[in-house]
């Protein structure tokens, strides 16, 4: 005989919320930051690949 289905309401809570911030994890803080290019940069990037250009 199969035992009843679970409901979500039956399961036992997990931990309470600690709060509303909690310190970066070292897997998140090591993540690398995106570099913005400058507007030079940009404009020599976009002059060395032409497909990239926008369609006109």
């Known amino acids: 005989m199969k035992p009843p289905p679970k409901r979500f309401s039956d399961l036992k809570g997990g931990s309470p919320p600690t709060g509303t ?3 970066p994890t070292p897997k ?3 993540q690398k ?3 913005v ?3 030079a940069e940009r404009a020599a ?3 060395s690949r032409p497909d990239l250009k926008p369609k006109s």
Do not use: I, M, N, Q
Request: charged share 20%.
């Open 37 to 39: 290019l400058t507007p």
């Open 33 to 35: 930051r995106a570099k």
């Open 45 to 47: 990037f976009l002059a």
């Open 28 to 30: 998140v803080s090591r």
């Open 21 to 23: 911030y909690a310190a």
